[in-house]
């Protein structure tokens, strides 16, 4: 069995400070001025936010590389604000293309509640500079629309705000842009000026999409109260086409274990291209430098072997869902397409394994194995089914089938799964749970 061994959730010896390390990282794509901030990360801990609206039950991919980020920077003794939008969950910034859908309150509420349990797990909650949970709700709530706009809009113009890349892309569009989304960004100017007034709070970090809005809140803390706050801008994270990581793009890998499970999420790991494997590993985990540089060499030495995504998916499940998750991601993994053995998996991870398949099938738990083989593609014909039974080339679970007669019955794992399998590689996943 493999030994998973991760790296120790530090700041790399290698960098002399955290800015240093951000930078090695890719972490920086823009931000207000890079030589005050550098000193300021130098310097005396500061407080810093980051802030993740409800609008679905669980953070992504996109979400977590702000919340690591967040994580190198309280190592390196600064204090992490982590927001929680309850109020601007409730509208939504805007997307370039159309009008986002407003979930109910109690949704949002909800939300609101499995975002800020996920936000604590990736953050310290121990010492002096121990994470702090906000909610944004808190102060919008009982602010009125006149004391909104005497208070805060007046410090913004239109002309300004129009020329943010998201109001500018919908304002071009056929549908346009509500006046609720329109004033997204006020909102989140104000957060970041009430996270200074009761904090302390000096810098804002975002994905470089949302820079529009890391700029309101700077913009308006210079304006009401004179002094000059940072906002730090993250490359987003996209595939190897290209496309974001995220929820609204369709493919967002979820950090509920309920919504993609560990064996899922150790696949997806582990299937990233080579292109960008050596930037994912800087982003998501806390390798150092050394150990980085060497999978880079290998990966272009040795592609084939796959050391960087073997490492990037053990780093990264192993933060996300634990060394135990992650074990058993490894078993299933080998005993789907190893020597592992799949009678040693739990249901779940069963379940996971079973649906990653390319091939599908429910069945009964009385369906015949012969028919099977044709369903899920296996084979083409009956006929070819036979043959490979006859040949000794089919296995339910591992067990070599010998009669063209058997069925499922007896031969499922927790009483309703069957990994089908023809030859050493082609598997395919039954499911006779009804």
Not at 17 to 44: K, P
Not at 173 to 188: N, P, T
Not at 363 to 368: C, I, N, V
Request: net charge negative; glycine share 8%; aromatic share 8%.
């Amino acid at each position: 069995m493999q030994v998973i061994e991760t790296a120790p959730i530090q700041l790399d010896p290698a960098f002399s400070n955290v800015w240093d390390e951000l930078q090695y990282r890719g972490s920086v794509h823009v931000s207000t001025d890079a030589e005050a901030l550098e000193a300021a990360l130098a310097g005396d801990p500061i407080t810093y936010y980051c802030g993740f609206d409800p609008t679905a039950p669980s953070l992504h991919l996109g979400n977590l590389a702000q919340l690591i980020i967040m994580r190198r920077l309280q190592l390196a003794g600064h204090r992490p604000l982590a927001l929680v939008g309850g109020s601007t969950g409730l509208i939504g910034d805007p997307k370039p293309t159309a009008e986002r859908q407003l979930n109910e309150r109690e949704t949002v509420a909800e939300w609101v509640t499995y975002l800020g349990d996920q936000m604590l797990r990736f953050l310290s909650d121990e010492g002096d500079n121990a994470v702090r949970l906000v909610n944004n709700l808190d102060w919008t709530a009982p602010m009125s629309t006149v004391d909104f706009l005497r208070e805060i809009g007046k410090h913004f113009r239109v002309g300004t705000m129009l020329r943010k890349d998201a109001v500018a892309s919908r304002m071009e569009s056929d549908e346009g842009i509500s006046y609720a989304e329109f004033s997204y960004q006020v909102l989140q100017g104000l957060d970041f000026r009430e996270l200074f007034l009761r904090y302390g709070c000096t810098m804002q970090l975002g994905g470089s999409d949302q820079w529009g809005n890391l700029t309101a809140g700077t913009e308006l803390i210079r304006k009401a109260e004179g002094v000059h706050a940072h906002a730090l801008g993250t490359p987003l994270i996209t595939d190897a086409d290209g496309k974001k990581f995220g929820k609204s793009e369709g493919n967002a890998v979820w950090l509920d274990a309920n919504l993609t499970t560990p064996y899922a999420m150790y696949q997806f790991w582990l299937n990233q291209d080579d292109a960008i494997v050596v930037q994912l590993l800087k982003s998501f985990t806390f390798l150092p430098s050394g150990r980085i540089d060497e999978l880079a060499r290998a990966t272009t030495d040795a592609p084939f072997r796959r050391e960087a995504q073997k490492e990037l998916a053990i780093q990264a499940t192993s933060f996300i869902h634990g060394v135990e998750a992650t074990q058993q991601a490894i078993d299933a993994s080998q005993a789907l397409f190893g020597s592992g053995d799949l009678t040693a998996l739990d249901a779940s991870t069963l379940a996971a394994a079973v649906a990653s398949l390319d091939k599908h099938a429910t069945a009964t738990p009385d369906a015949p194995v012969l028919q099977l083989l044709q369903e899920t593609g296996l084979v083409d014909t009956l006929s070819d089914a036979r043959r490979a039974i006859a040949q000794g080339g089919v296995s339910v679970n591992n067990e070599r089938i010998d009669d063209a007669s058997a069925t499922l019955e007896g031969r499922l794992l927790h009483g309703r799964f069957a990994v089908l399998r023809r030859g050493k590689k082609t598997l395919a996943g039954i499911d006779a749970g009804g």
